[in-house]
Structures are given as C-alpha cells and as structure tokens.
C-alpha cells in the first residue's frame, strides 16, 4: 500500500480540499483523492514533491512557473472536454516547511486503454475493427487537435494516458486524454536538482514502447506534433491488432524496432487486416523521418478518416473481426469545435518532465497519469521562439499531411500512396498536390464578372493548404526577406470611423495569441514577395478556382450544400453582434454562431476543404491571386486555353474567396471575382501560395 510521505492525509488543502487517501505515488508526484468541502465532489490532487532538492534561492522562481503554466493549461481542458480537466493550482507548506505546487484535477472512475486490451486478451476477445478503434482514439485525435492548434505537444501518448470513463464494458465510455501537466518548473527543478528519471542507465523523459524516433535520438529531428502522431498511429496498430506496436525487452530493442525504416509498425505488419488505403495512412504517420508524417492529430486523422471511408465504399479488404460489443462506429473527421474558439494566451515555453512510476493497479484510476506502469510523463511543449513564430521542422513549410495521390492502375502497388517521390513530383510539405486537368473556369450563372464559363487547361501544380499564417509571414519578415505587415489599414477614402473599427484586426498586432490566424493587412506585392521568398509564387485565378472547385463544377468547395457555421467561417450571429458593437450594420450569412467574429486560425474549419483537401479557400480572409483584373476572353470552341495568366497589365489585382465578414453565399462560390487596388492592405485580404509540380 502507498504510504503518505508528505503527510497530508486528514488535512485540508487550500481550505476547501479534505485530503482522503493515497492512490498513487511516483518520482516526482503524489496523488491524493480528497473531497472538495464546498461542492461535496470527490477530485484528485496531485502534489510535485520535485522541488524537495532544489535550492532555496530557486525555488520561488520555480513555484511561480508552476503556477503561471498551470492556469494556461487549465484554460487549455477548458477547450475540449476529451482532456482531462484541471480544476485549480497553487502551492501547500508541507510539515517541514517546504513549499510545494500542487494540481487538482476532476476524479475519474473506470479504466484506461492499456487495463482495457491487457483485460481482453486474458479473456480471449479479438482486437476490434477499425471502426471501433476509431470510436476509442477519435475523441483522443480531437484531443491532441486542440493542444497542437494552441502550439502545445503532449509527447507521452500511450494507452495508460486514455482513460475510458464509466462502468466496465460500457458501450458508449467517455474518453478522456491524461496527462497534460505542468513541465517547465518541472524539468528545471529536475536540472536543478540532478533528479532525472533514468531507465537502463539513460535518461528517459517518454514512454520507449510508445516512442517515435526523435525521442530516441535527436539526429532523427526536433520533438512536436508530428510526435504525438506517431504514437497515435503505434496506438491504433495495437488496438487493431492485439499487440503492441513495438517490439522489445528493453530501450535499445524498442529504440531499433521505432527507427528502422525498413520494417514500420503499420497494422498489416502486425498482423491486422486493413485496406491498402488505411495501410497507408498510418504508414505515413509512422513514418522514420519527422519530415514526412502529418503535421499534427487533426490532418492524421482527417487522412485516416477518409481512408475508412473509402474502405467502406469500395469494400477493399474485410474486418479481420466483427464489431465488439464497444465498438461504436465514428467516421467523422476531428470537429475542432471547441478549439481556438476562445482566444487564450499561449502557454509560455513549457517543457517535458519524467513523471512518476505506478505503485500498482487500482479501482479507481487518478486523472493525472502518476499510476501508468513504466511512464514517464512528457506533456505540453510550446511551440514558440523568441520572436513569437511557431518554427517548422526542418524541410517542413507549413502545416501540413503529405498529399494522397492515386497510383496507376497496373502499378502492382497499393492504390493509394501516399507522399509518393517518383517521377510524379511531389509537393513541399505544407502544400498540395492539385492534378491538372481540364474544367471551366468561371460561371454562366453567376455575376457579370464570372461570365462566360470557358475550358481552360492546368497543368499539375502545387498549392498551400492554408492560407499563410502570421507565424509564418513574420518569421519571413524577421529574416528581412519579407516586408513587415501592416499594422493598419490602407485603402483611398479610408474613414476614422473604419480605422478605429479594423485597425486592430490587423493579426500581426497580435503574433501571439493570433500566430495561427492569417496573415492581413498585407498588399498585393507583400504578399508576392512572401511567396517568392519561400520560392514559390502566387497562384493564378484559374490555378486558384481549380484547387477550390476541381473539376465537376460544384456550386462551393464542399459540393453543393448551403454554407453552414461548420463549413467555414463566414457572418453569422457571431459577426453581427461585433458590427453592432462597432456601429457597422452586417446581415449574417447563416443564422448560426461560428464562434469567430472575425479571423480564425487556419485549418479551424476542415469541412469546408475542398476535394483536394485545400482549407479555407472560402471565408476567413479574401486571397490575392497574381492576375489583374479583366473580363474573360474565352478562345474558340475546342481549344481550351492552357495556364491562363490574365491581362498583361492592369490597375487592379483579382481577390477570390470571401472573408470572414461575407454577407452573401454567393461570394464564396470558387468562381466567384472581385479585384482590389494592388496597394490596398485590408483586414479581409491574405493569401497563399502556389508553384509548379517538381
């Protein structure tokens, strides 16, 4: 039985918390179940006894970390109820007067993954299908989806960190991810101190039979979110194979078995039956190098999601087992619904720290992650250098999954590849691949400037995903490669009244809090020169319209369904009450709240992606495009116009798209024109970028 070493049982913490028992004990955390006095509620408290070999002198700069990354991270499972939820943070004076940090966090009672799997293999039960792994790891992908959005990697994912609330063989468990804890004060007090945790004589600050290649060794890349992809996708081959993902008695053994690039854990390899589709999809997340896996959990999972889909149309390959009783079927993409809905400070540099070991099995499972067997905790890493930009790995350009392409028919391949580098070409990440091809630009049943619809011809080509960020535009800008964005608005007959209103939607104004927000305020040549300094270039309007509507002439980039506050963020209630707020009278687009009175971050709305997986083309902000403005001038009949460029010249550029304050579904039909002066820099206008196929 655990001991109470810090001597807290019987006492109150901070004057409303009954400390009850011991449930959990490890390296550098106790955990305690104590009642809270006031709301008559069981919660769990878990107290850092780290700082016990700290000196004194340190120790009060520690104590106020704590604190400070505490309540931002509170804030953070605040956001989505799939995280473990923080209730309070402060600090207690133990007996002997040392001062420690504690957490109280909600009481959870059921069991995690790793119980769960152990428990159905000792009572013989087949793995699940996918459909209901996907059912388990869905709310854990929405999770991790939220965190990477706000910059902060979890980096110790592992089944003893997903907790299945509710009565044993429950159908319909809550999911809840642990372990978002406090890191900084955490590792430096470790440094301070000299305490790390060590496993075999090295220092170990992850979980090895659920570690990615960089967290064996640096030389394999920087740790982030593409991390926590990684174990997702060893976590998934598990549960769909009833074994885990990597092989190995020890931490040289699993370090091997996460490296080698020639035998990836993918659920084929062990042993489970999935369609080529999603064989690849997790391939792609299990990838050696950092570099070509998805960028984050929402475009891993948005990847698997489609490929489940396509293995239930097209019936590739059978379940290797029906459905358990608990396998739910959950096919949706991740619906960051609650994500970055609410503006909040990022956390400040939060770092990894080795957590506690588990005394033992118990009933009733502590949120916190202190009990998981063999853990070592790695939570929150924010993503931020000095200048505050969110730096890509290396090779990396933007946010971003490798594309899925087709392979040819007769390849004697699997259908789908994915990140293919043959003769093809394949596109930098943070952009995707659009095939070329035929369509008709343009539409005759739309306004004037649309008319008449006319084949043109595309060659294949590459085009971002999003649109630029102000992370990335400002790390441009801080090299001197770029100029810096406007802080306010420019445009002839600008009013007092108009710049007290959008002056301060300039995002860069706020590169924090807004890092993921689109770059505005820019001009058209700000916005050419970013491209060119990234080498690539903006994209033509015909380039543009095609990656946003492909080639079946679908009425907006998702099909034909009315825009909805899911689909992208354009006026809703949202954006009216913000006008009335600001004397400016907005009719709203949809009678719903997109939860965005103005600019989002990019990637927030990925039901409204078009068929080649390209965000935000409508809505958010209007995007230049490198043409001037003039009336189309279709060739004859049978001879599409290849690469159409636009006028030689002009007095305005072409904008497409629509932004966040669009008032009329018909601005953000892909076809739909509207051109600006070149030197206009506005709160409704970004960009993104385009180049040729390599």
Known sequence: MTTDSLGLVGTTVAEKYAVENVVGEGGFAIVYRATHLLWKRPVAIKVFSVLDGVPADMRTKLLDDFLREGALLGQLSEQTTAIVQARDVGTLKLAGGTEVP????????????????????????????????????????????????????????????????????????????LDFGIAKVVQDA?????????????????????????????????????????????????????????????LSQLAYASMDAKTRPTPRTLGANVSDAVEAATAHALAVKTDERPENAREFWNELTAAAKQARVSRVSAPAVEATANAATVLAPVEIVSAAKTDVDPPKAIEPFADA????????????????????????????????????????????????????????????????????????????????????????????KEKPAHAVVLTPYCIDKFEVSVDKYQACSNDGKCKRASTTNEWD????????????????????????????????????????????????????????????????????????????????TECVAWGKEHGITFTPMY??????????PVGTFPAGASRFGVEDVVGNVWEWVSDWYGPYKPGKIGEPEKDPA??????????????????????????????????????????????PLP
């Not at 007092?496 to 807004?514: F, G, M, S, V, W």
């Not at 009678?591 to 989002?600: A, M, Q």
Request: aromatic share 8%; net charge neutral; proline share 8%.
């Open 591 to 600: 009678p719903l709240n997109d939860h965005f009175p103005n600019t989002s």
């Open 646 to 691: 636009g006028p030689a010249d002009g007095t305005q550029k072409v904008i497409r798209g629509g932004a966040w304050n669009s008032e009329n579904p018909n601005w953000l039909r892909p076809s739909f024109r509207y051109s600006d002066t070149p030197t206009k820099e506005s709160f409704g206008i970004g960009f993104r970028c385009a180049k």
């Open 190 to 250: 470790q440094k301070m101190a000299g305490a790390f945790q060590k496993t075999s004589g090295v220092v170990t600050s992850f979980t090895p039979a659920y570690g990615a290649p960089e967290q064996f060794s640096r030389t394999y890349g920087a740790t982030g979110p593409w991390t926590d992809v990684f174990a997702l996708a060893l976590i998934l081959g598990e549960t769909l194979a009833g074994r885990p993902a990597l092989d190995g008695d020890d």
């Open 357 to 448: 070991k588990s005394t033992g099995k118990l009933p009733l499972f502590v949120a916190g992650g202190v009990l998981a067997v063999g853990a070592v905790v790695l939570v929150a890493v924010k993503l931020s250098s000095g200048n505050g930009h969110v730096p890509a790995r290396p090779g990396r350009a933007s946010p971003s999954a490798a594309p899925i392409t087709t392979a040819p028919s007769g390849s004697g391949s699997n259908a789908i590849a994915v990140g293919d580098a043959t003769e093809r070409g394949r596109c930098p990440q943070g952009m995707q691949r659009i095939p070329g091809g035929q369509f008709f630009l343009g539409n005759d049943d739309g306004e004037p």
């Open 102 to 177: 504690f957490m109280v966090l909600e009481w959870l009672e059921g069991e995690t993954l790793e119980e769960l799997l152990a428990r159905e293999r000792s009572e013989g039960k087949p793995p699940r299908t996918l459909e209901g792994a996907m059912a388990i790891l869905g709310p854990v992908a929405d999770a991790l989806a939220v965190a990477h959005q706000r910059g902060i990697v979890h980096r110790d994912v592992k089944p003893g960190n997903i907790f299945l609330v509710g009565e044993r063989g429950t159908s319909h468990p809550t999911i809840k991810l």
């Open 493 to 572: 007959g600008i009013t007092a009244k108009e710049r007290e209103a959008y002056d301060p939607l300039c995002n860069i104004r706020q590169p924090a809090t807004h890092a993921m927000h689109p770059i505005n305020c820019v001009s058209w040549e700000m916005a050419a020169i970013y491209c060119q300094a990234n080498g690539k270039r903006l994209p033509t309007e015909a380039e543009w319209e095609f990656a946003a509507r492909g080639p079946d002439g679908r009425k907006y980039p998702w099909g034909d369904e009315a825009p909805t506050g899911g689909h992208l963020n354009a006026c809703g």
